[in-house]
């Protein structure tokens, strides 16, 4: 771990490419899995907070190279695997019948000059596809619900925490509000009311009622 943290140092320091910086530190991290719990969730954050402090990202925008990271589960775990299965073989360790692992032979060697080579090019992929689906599907989510809550500011003045909790409830139930949401948040609507406002969300997202999509 001091080598890991001394290496980001210098890749901070270095101008090395971000997307490098971020597989190196996060990866790396994971392999080395210091903690119990939560490795993988700290590595994917670490390629969050890597990609903002090397200015990848603008200030103030969530780029979610994770959600790109769960929609291709087969990409990511070929990118830890392509480290992790040929270690295996050069392993010798128990395990205990509360499966803890005691390793018995000296592997630091294997971790101190890691091939980061798959896990940058996967990293790449994956933001591309962030850059490409992601945060396309995120602007068009966003002018949809622009769309969306000035039809229905025309119907009804409701508060914006009204109406985006309306947007939601109705998204959640293909395009339709539940009797029981509507008698616990919007008993104040004519029923003349809540049909126009239903059909604002259905035309806003482009809701088919048979699919729900």
């Known amino acids: 771990m001091a080598g890991l943290i001394e290496s980001h140092k210098r890749m901070k320091a270095g101008n090395v490419s971000p997307v490098i910086h971020a597989a190196a530190v ?11 719990d939560g ?14 402090l090397q200015e990848l990202v603008p200030r103030g925008l969530m780029f979610p190279v994770s959600a790109a990271m769960h929609k291709n589960p087969a990409d990511y775990d070929t990118s830890l695997e392509a480290f992790s299965r040929p270690l295996l073989g050069l392993i010798d360790y ?4 509360m499966g803890q692992v005691t390793v018995e032979n000296d592997t630091a060697v294997w971790y101190q000059y890691m091939d980061m080579t798959t ?5 790449y992929e994956f933001v591309t596809k962030t850059i490409e689906e992601e945060l396309v599907e995120e602007l ?12 229905i500011q025309d119907i009804i ?3 914006d925490r009204l109406i985006d909790l309306f947007i939601q409830l109705c998204l ?8 029981r949401k509507r008698s616990a948040h919007f008993n104040f609507l004519t ?19 048979a699919t729900g999509k």
């Open 157 to 159: 003045d409701m508060p």
């Open 26 to 36: 996060a990866y790396g991290f994971v392999f080395l899995h210091p903690f119990e």
């Open 191 to 209: 029923d003349e009311e809540l049909v126009a406002m239903e059909q604002a969300v259905k035309d806003g997202y482009k809701v088919n009622r």
């Open 94 to 97: 128990q395990l205990d019948e």
């Open 39 to 52: 490795n993988g969730r700290i590595h994917r954050f670490l390629i969050h907070n890597i990609l903002s």
């Open 140 to 151: 068009s989510f966003l002018v949809n619900y622009d769309n969306t809550k000035k039809a």
């Open 119 to 123: 896990q940058a090019e996967a990293l």
């Open 172 to 179: 959640q139930s293909n395009g339709s509000l539940s009797a």
